[in-house]
């Protein structure tokens, strides 16, 4: 189970941290990864890093202004979101798999576990 959070309304420029709870089994061997998903548009790659080492791995536009990192003894993984501009907005969710050679981590259709989505909104 894959819980994401705090999502929220904040300006262009601020800054948001989500949060992704995971739960109900062992992710040791996992890729956990953030997308997002803007009304209209395809499902996108933001981010990904190795429950158990490995990564982190960036969608290229997004290196610099996004942070991907784990908290593994809260099970936690985190997606630190600065300078945030309007095109940020999107329905941001985590998602898990086992097994992910790093030419992987990037295709949102290899991924069986998905969380919920939370709506981050960057007013202008």
């Known amino acids: 189970l894959l819980q994401a959070s705090g999502g929220g309304l904040v300006q262009a420029g601020g800054s948001l941290r989500l949060s992704c709870a995971a739960s109900g089994r062992t992710f040791s061997n996992y890729v956990m990864g953030w997308f997002r998903q803007a009304p209209g548009k395809e499902r996108e790659f933001v981010a990904a890093?190795?429950?158990?080492?490995?990564?982190?791995w960036y969608a290229g536009s997004l290196k610099g202004r996004f942070t991907i990192s784990k908290e593994k003894a809260k099970n936690l993984v985190y997606l630190q979101m600065n300078s945030l501009k309007p095109e940020d907005t999107a329905v941001y969710y985590c998602?898990?798999?086992?097994?992910?050679?790093?030419?992987?981590?990037?295709?949102?259709?290899?991924?069986?576990?998905w969380g919920q989505g939370t709506l981050v909104t960057v007013s202008s």
């Open positions: 890093i190795r429950w158990s080492g490995g990564g982190p």
């Open positions: 998602a898990a798999q086992r097994g992910l050679i790093a030419s992987m981590v990037s295709r949102h259709d290899v991924y069986n576990y």
